[in-house]
């Protein structure tokens, strides 16, 4: 098959592209810079030049093309320009969607996400589940902007099929969790909230291959949580540094980054202060973002590896790739 990714220079996406390869598919990739995209192209993908604003760019990823799978997002939370989440998530979901719907394609599979529910306070919550509050950053809300689009397309006729993923880990993460996790493995200390922000976590590898079984089984208009094992941030870094023998996180209590937020909104409106520190990432930090893969391990047949064991095979690359 020939499929068409958006955002394969990214963790996901960059995964996604290597098993369909692996699966002997045809890959053709929107890239917005080529000569970033050397491992891709290394692997055979095709490369087509272009961003998510350029129309003609997304046709001619799209020509010939069985299956589209938009995995391309802005991921930020704290940061002092949220502009391009609009951009990005929303703008770029509508532009992808319409040269879809130009183009024909079969299927098409879009990477959501268990924040558009927000915080669930603890509650476990299905694809059945609707957030209509304020969310709780930038990243949220776009993306359940997005999410909505895609619902709406699907309505319309686009045969749009939706993967929610929670938390995710692996080798390779170059968000704030890949930090923190390569902190653990180098012996520092790293620091976590403690009982706070409990996420459903799973190997990058298994979303990926999520995202294939959605486009190969997915029924059109549906969505699909993809979600492991429950941990807070903090027993995530702990489980690791167990594994990896080296020592646990500085754990923050709940209530120091209550405080914290209360102060930083109003300093926020005076200075800009660094995305760690901003609002944002603070109410983040505290938020728990829960669901079930019970419907994606019914209907699509897909398995989340235990978080032990996929940490384990996450500080063994890491080990590897330092040794290097």
């Known amino acids: 098959m020939r499929y068409a990714v958006t955002g394969a220079t990214g963790f996901v996406g960059g995964e996604l592209a290597r098993q369909l390869v692996a699966d002997d598919h045809h890959v053709v990739a929107l890239v917005r810079s080529p000569g970033k995209a050397a491992e891709l192209t290394a692997r055979g993908v095709e490369l087509v030049p272009g961003d998510l604003d350029d129309a003609d760019a997304l046709d001619r990823l799209l020509e010939g093309a069985d299956g589209l799978f938009h995995v391309a997002g802005w991921y930020k939370v704290g940061e002092r320009d949220s502009s391009p989440g609009r951009r990005v998530n929303v703008e770029g979901t509508r532009n992808v969607l319409e040269s879809a719907r130009r183009a024909g394609i079969a299927k098409v599979v879009h990477t959501s996400t268990l924040a558009v529910n927000s915080d669930t306070a603890g509650r476990v919550v299905d694809e059945t589940y609707h957030y209509s509050g304020r969310h709780l950053s930038t990243y949220d809300r776009t993306k359940a902007e997005a999410h909505a689009l895609a619902t ?66 997915g029924v059109v208009g549906e969505a699909y949580m993809l979600v492991g094992d429950r941990a807070t941030l903090a027993d995530l870094l702990q489980r690791a540094a167990s594994i990896a023998g080296t020592r646990g996180p500085v754990l923050v209590p709940a209530g120091a980054i209550r405080v ?28 728990s973002y829960l669901g079930t893969r019970q419907k994606a391990e019914r209907e699509l047949g897909w398995h989340s590896r235990p978080l032990d064991e996929g940490l384990a095979e996450t500080i063994a690359a890491i080990r590897a790739g330092s040794a290097r």
């Open 152 to 217: 709406e397309f699907a309505a319309q006729g686009v045969p749009v099929v939706i993967v929610m993923p929670g938390g995710i880990y692996g080798p390779g993460d170059t968000s704030q969790v890949g930090e923190l996790l390569e902190q653990v493995v180098a012996g520092r200390r790293a620091v976590a909230p403690r009982g706070a922000g409990e996420l459903t976590w799973a190997h990058v590898s298994d979303i990926a291959r999520g995202h294939i079984l959605a486009m190969e089984r």
């Open 260 to 287: 914290g937020e209360k102060v930083m909104t109003q300093v926020t409106r005076v200075v800009p202060v660094p995305a760690l520190y901003h609002p944002e990432s603070l109410r983040s930090a505290l938020a």
